[in-house]
């Protein structure tokens, strides 16, 4: 069973910093691309960032210059650093990854989403 749990969401004000973390577990063969999804009250889900085993990245550009994603391969862990944050970034958002596990069946490769971190920044 994979699991992704993300941390480092709360509340900020704008022009300030966070950074979310967010911690795959489980029966992990490999690691794919690993991003970040956010959601807006009222507002359909849209892709922030992603970054892929070989530390590629792409960016929403809403986003670029101002977000950061990186990752540690050895914890299975990515991250976005979120600078200059504006209240538009307000929502809620989820790690997501392309995960390669393995059980007593094989390996299965498939997508996996967190749980989502709330992330509301004030004017």
């Known amino acids: 069973q994979v699991q992704l749990v993300e941390s480092g969401g709360g509340l900020v004000q704008a022009g300030g910093s966070l950074r979310l973390s967010c911690a795959a577990s489980?029966?992990?063969?490999?690691?794919?691309?690993m991003g970040w999804d956010r959601q807006a009250p009222g507002k359909q889900r849209e892709l922030v960032a992603t970054i892929t085993s070989g530390s590629s990245t792409n960016y929403a550009d809403s986003v670029k210059g101002r977000f950061t994603i990186s990752r540690d391969n050895a914890k299975n862990t990515v991250y976005l650093q979120m600078n200059s944050l504006k209240p538009e970034d307000t929502a809620v958002y989820y790690c997501?990854?392309?995960?390669?596990?393995?059980?007593?069946?094989?390996?299965?490769?498939?997508?996996?989403w967190g749980q989502g971190t709330q992330v509301t920044v004030s004017s």
């Open positions: 489980g029966n992990i063969a490999g690691i794919n691309t």
């Open positions: 997501a990854a392309d995960i390669t596990s393995y059980s007593g069946s094989g390996y299965k490769r498939d997508n996996y």
